[in-house]
T-cell receptor
């Protein structure tokens, strides 16, 4: 059963702590993406990776970091430098160039 | 740079009535266009996409959209909505041949179907 998994579904952290969100795909896709979703704001691109060991900043990369050591995995770390980290985070992957992006179920992060 | 405008943030409609969700985009090059649906606390699911060819695109759940290049629009329509269509809908664009195929999303339209 192919797809994208994100864990956990809900995550709670104290201010000042780094936190890592997991994203795994078994679709054999080269490209992977991280988005942040806030109410009424749509989705905004944080980072993307088109191939293993390479990634690029998106529109709102400040306060976030990523790695792409394996094709299947693209974890996102929300650092203490991110001023407003509470949001819904979505991971996506894409196969062929003209293909759509496939989305995971998302992780809702709450920082207090 | 590309951008997407979804003109209505909320659209209420009675069950079995038709609905149109509007989407306009801005880009200086050829584009691919997508409509996604999101149910509460879930990821996005593709409804339909326009890559090339026929400007009328049919998708899942009875939805369709028409690409209008002169008006830079890609409006989503359904002739008769159901309660289960209540969700948030996102229009997205990417430049064809852009390499990274980054999607730019609109801010979404919340469709509420009233029984």
């Amino acid at each position: 059963d192919g797809g994208i998994t994100q864990s956990p579904k809900y995550l709670f952290r104290k201010e000042g702590q780094n936190v890592t969100l997991s994203c795994e795909q078994n679709l054999n896709h080269d490209a992977m993406y991280w988005y942040r979703q806030d109410p009424g704001q749509g989705l905004r691109l944080i980072y993307y990776s088109q191939i293993v060991n390479d990634f690029q900043k998106g529109d709102i990369a400040e306060g976030y970091s990523v790695s792409r050591e394996k094709k299947e995995s693209f974890p996102l770390t929300v650092t203490s430098a991110q001023k407003n980290p509470t949001a819904f985070y979505l991971c996506a992957s894409r196969g062929a160039d003209f293909d759509e992006q496939y989305f995971g179920p998302g992780t809702r992060l709450t920082v207090t | 740079a590309q951008s997407v405008t979804q003109l209505d943030s909320q659209v209420p409609v009675f069950e079995e009535a038709p609905v149109e969700l509007r989407c306009n985009y801005s880009s200086s090059v050829s584009v691919y266009l997508f409509w996604y649906v999101q149910y509460p606390n879930q990821g996005l699911q593709l409804l339909l996409k326009y890559l090339s060819g026929s400007t009328l695109v049919k998708g899942i759940n009875g939805f369709e959209a028409e690409f209008n290049k002169s008006q830079t629009s890609f409006h989503l329509r359904k002739p008769s909505v159901h309660i289960s269509d209540t969700a948030e809908y996102f229009c997205a664009v990417t430049e064809s041949g852009a390499g990274s195929y980054q999607l730019t999303f609109g801010k979404g339209t919340k469709l509420s179907v009233i029984p």
